[in-house]
Nanobody
Framework: QVQLVESGGGVVQAGVSLRLACAGA?????????MGWFRQAPGKEREFVAA???????LYADSVKGRFAISRDNAENTVYLHMHSLIPEDTAVYYC?????????????????WGQGTQVTVSS
């Protein structure tokens, strides 16, 4: 089994930075899983944000390119989402997910395991 725990969300002013973390809590390594971040704003569908393959290849949604960066630390069994230049449109619950595949994908159907989410609120 895979259990994921997100952390790092909060309420911030537009223009600042946050770092979200997604830790594998079950003891099972995520080393061979592609990992992704998704977000869901109130009244909207869950959307892809970023993904990283097992070997570090990254994929980003157009809305966050140049502002967000995904990384992973396999020794800590943790995936990060570095968010910069935050804007109010980034406000959402951010979910970490582990894929059953090794390559990064933006399709949520490729992700079998999901965390509970962490709230990010960006004030204008």
């Amino acid at each position: 089994q895979v259990q994921l725990v997100e952390s790092g969300g909060g309420v911030v002013q537009a223009g600042v930075s946050l770092r979200l973390a997604c830790a594998g809590a079950s003891g099972r390594t995520l080393k061979h899983n592609a990992m992704g971040w998704f977000r869901q704003a109130p009244g909207k569908e869950r959307e892809f944000v970023a993904a990283i393959s097992w070997d570090g290849f990254t994929l980003y949604a157009d809305s966050v390119k140049g502002r967000f960066a995904i990384s992973r630390d396999n020794a800590e069994n943790t995936v990060y989402l570095h968010m910069h230049s935050l804007i109010p449109e980034d406000t959402a619950v951010y979910y970490c997910a582990a894929s059953t595949y090794s390559n990064a994908r933006g399709d949520p159907h490729h992700y079998a395991y999901w965390g509970q989410g962490t709230q990010v609120t960006v004030s204008s």
